[in-house]
């Protein structure tokens, strides 16, 4: 079974903080995605990594950057957090083959920037 | 580009019921689409996928979808929902772009299937 984690469900930080969110999965997959869920918005790609430390913007990279040292860890930062990026933030994985494979998500981070 | 809408933010209905769940894509090339779903303070998980031959896809749970290449929709259907469907469903699309598409999901708002006793 694929399993995909999150390093926090719940996380509450400060206008200005750097804020880091850590995605690992366990099956070996190359390519890795971060996105961020608002309602009525849907998903939104931020980031996406097709190999270790191979990374390209999604739709919505400002104020985001991510990190990829090694293949089963992607991890989105936010450089100086601010209230508007408040969301919650899903991190999903594939395999690098033929598009009809699908993504594995994880649970989800749930951001509060105060 | 690729995008995808979903026609109803949110669909009430009654246990044993049947639903619809609308999706429209649109994209000058040919698309991939997908269904995931949502349960409460849960990651998505796939429900069931659209990748060529029959139109009709089924899925987990009793869900189903209807590919329309002429009307550009995918709605998923279920002929009686119980409780524990009350979810939110998002319809996606990916593009064959060779080697450089990586899967990449375009979503829809989604809409949000509340299911009362």
């Known amino acids: 079974d694929v399993k995909v984690t999150q390093s926090s469900r719940y996380l509450v930080k400060r206008t200005g903080e750097k804020v880091f969110l850590e995605c690992v999965q366990d099956?070996?997959?190359?390519?890795m995605f971060w996105y961020r869920q608002d309602p009525g918005l849907g998903l939104r790609l931020i980031y996406f990594?097709?190999?270790?430390?191979?990374?390209e913007k999604g739709d919505i990279p400002e104020g985001y950057s991510v990190s990829r040292e090694k293949k089963e860890r992607f991890s989105l930062i936010l450089e100086s957090a601010s209230t508007n990026q408040t969301s919650m933030y899903l991190c999903?994985?594939?395999?690098?083959?033929?598009?009809?494979?699908?993504?594995?998500f994880g649970p989800g981070t749930r951001l509060t920037v105060t | 580009a690729q995008s995808v809408t979903q026609l109803d933010s949110q669909v009430p209905v009654f246990e044993e019921a049947p639903v619809e769940l609308r999706c429209n894509y649109s994209s000058s090339v040919s698309v991939y689409l997908f269904w995931y779903v949502q349960y409460p303070n849960q990651g998505l998980q796939l429900l069931l996928k659209?990748?060529?031959?029959?139109?009709l896809v089924k899925g987990i749970n009793g869900f189903e979808a209807e590919f329309n290449k002429s009307q550009t929709s995918f709605h998923l259907r279920k002929p009686s929902v119980h409780i524990s469907d009350t979810a939110e469903y998002f319809c996606a699309v990916t593009v064959n772009a060779g080697g450089t598409s990586y899967g990449k999901l375009t979503f829809g708002q989604g809409t949000i299937l509340t299911v009362h006793p």
């Open positions: 990594s097709y190999d270790v430390k191979m990374k």
């Open positions: 659209y990748l060529s031959g029959s139109t």
């Open positions: 099956m070996d997959h190359e390519n």
């Open positions: 999903a994985s594939r395999p690098n083959r033929e598009v009809v494979y699908e993504q594995y």
